[in-house]
């Protein structure tokens, strides 16, 4: 009897640890897997793990819709930049196209007054009188001016050909009572000195037809005006005044006014740089590839 109640004894402690482990199994596997809920105020129940995968690919939606908006900024500023070399194109050519009908317009009596001659610059006038060569002035280096030559060299940072100096000389108009400046034109560095060009040196009345200039003020990178030395590198009026006692009136004489064995005249230079078109076409195809690649990257969605 003992030993049946011992059996019976043993095998309810077997049966109630089975059932104690089957329930925590039970448990383990029911509570591991569970990803966590809380409850709303409404009653319904929120899934997190749900929530923030949708939270993450909604931020990065709005990511690919912050860069797809900032990338179109590059084909439009590039169009715009075009836009705006096309209208300075054609402002160029009009600046270049009016500076060159006043060169060649039928040439006015030279006026003394100084309000009325800075609204000349580039107007061909006509002077007469006689120069003083006893006070040449040198602008220096400089290179005979050829329009076509210039055209085609135009934003290249040196310029091929010979170099030389233009000679500035006092001019006493007899029409006028006014001494001026007048460049005379270009000599080549082997005819700087006077005494080599003799023959050019006119002592009595001319006629002399220019461009009225106006002074001007020295760039970057240039040479400040050597008085002593009689080396100028920038045509500062008042200063070539002080030296020479003539007014601060300059021209510059046209080709016609050359004196045979002188400085060749015609060396205003009115070719502008103009390299507006190389922009253009820089900018519009810049513009050009970056909205193909735009459209291909947001719109066709097409891996690049």
Request: hydrophobic share 35%.
């Given at each position: 009897?003992?030993?049946?109640?011992?059996?019976?004894?043993?095998?309810?402690?077997?049966?109630?640890?089975?059932?104690?482990?089957?329930?925590?199994?039970?448990?383990?596997?029911?509570?591991l897997p569970?990803?966590?809920?809380?409850?709303?105020?409404?009653?319904?129940?929120?899934?997190?793990?749900?929530?923030?995968?949708?939270?993450?690919?909604?931020?990065?939606?709005?990511?690919?819709?912050?860069?797809?908006?900032?990338?179109?900024?590059?084909?439009?500023?590039?169009?715009?930049?075009?836009?705006?070399?096309?209208?300075?194109?054609?402002?160029?050519?009009?600046?270049?196209?009016?500076?060159?009908?006043?060169?060649?317009?039928?040439?006015?009596?030279?006026?003394?007054?100084?309000?009325?001659?800075?609204?000349l610059?580039?107007?061909?006038?006509?002077?007469?009188?006689?120069?003083?060569?006893?006070?040449?002035?040198?602008?220096?280096?400089r290179?005979?001016?050829?329009?076509?030559?210039?055209?085609?060299?135009?934003?290249?940072?040196?310029?091929?050909?010979?170099?030389?100096?233009?000679?500035?000389?006092?001019?006493?108009?007899?029409?006028?009572?006014?001494?001026?400046?007048?460049?005379?034109?270009?000599?080549?560095?082997?005819?700087i000195?006077?005494?080599?060009?003799?023959k050019?040196?006119?002592?009595?009345?001319?006629?002399?037809?220019?461009?009225?200039?106006?002074?001007?003020?020295?760039?970057?990178?240039?040479?400040?005006?050597?008085?002593?030395?009689?080396?100028?590198?920038?045509?500062?009026?008042?200063?070539?005044?002080?030296?020479?006692?003539?007014?601060p009136?300059?021209?510059?004489?046209?080709?016609?006014?050359?004196?045979?064995g002188?400085?060749?005249?015609?060396?205003?230079?009115?070719?502008?740089?103009?390299?507006?078109?190389?922009y253009?076409?820089?900018?519009?195809?810049?513009?050009?590839?970056?909205?193909?690649?735009?459209?291909?990257?947001?719109?066709?969605?097409?891996?690049?």
């Open positions: 009897m003992s030993s049946l109640k011992a059996l019976l004894s043993s095998s309810t402690k077997a049966l109630t640890t089975l059932k104690n482990t089957h329930v925590i199994y039970i448990k383990r596997t029911l509570l569970r990803l966590p809920l809380f409850k709303r105020a409404d009653g319904r129940f929120i899934n997190l793990g749900r929530q923030s995968s949708s939270t993450a690919a909604s931020v990065e939606k709005e990511e690919d819709s912050f860069l797809k908006w900032v990338l179109l900024l590059i084909p439009v500023t590039a169009f715009g930049l075009g836009t705006w070399q096309v209208k300075r194109r054609q402002w160029k050519l009009q600046l270049i196209a009016d500076l060159r009908s006043l060169t060649t317009a039928e040439p006015i009596p030279l006026p003394v007054d100084p309000l009325e001659l800075k609204e610059e580039y107007r061909r006038v006509r002077v007469r009188g006689r120069y003083d060569h006893s006070k040449e002035l040198y602008v220096l280096p290179s005979p001016v050829d329009p076509e030559k210039e055209a085609r060299e135009a934003g290249r940072l040196t310029s091929s050909g010979d170099t030389g100096a233009n000679v500035i000389t006092p001019f006493y108009c007899t029409d006028l009572g006014v001494t001026i400046l007048v460049n005379r034109g270009f000599v080549p560095k082997t005819k000195r006077p005494e080599t060009r003799m050019g040196q006119m002592e009595g009345e001319v006629d002399v037809v220019g461009v009225v200039r106006l002074t001007e003020t020295r760039k970057p990178f240039v040479p400040n005006n050597n008085v002593e030395r009689n080396h100028w590198h920038y045509r500062d009026l008042e200063a070539m005044s002080r030296v020479t006692g003539a007014e009136i300059f021209i510059d004489a046209d080709l016609g006014s050359t004196i045979p002188g400085p060749i005249g015609g060396q205003t230079r009115v070719t502008l740089r103009n390299e507006h078109l190389q253009i076409v820089t900018w519009y195809g810049l513009c050009a590839a970056t909205s193909y690649m735009w459209y291909a990257k947001f719109i066709k969605k097409i891996k690049l």
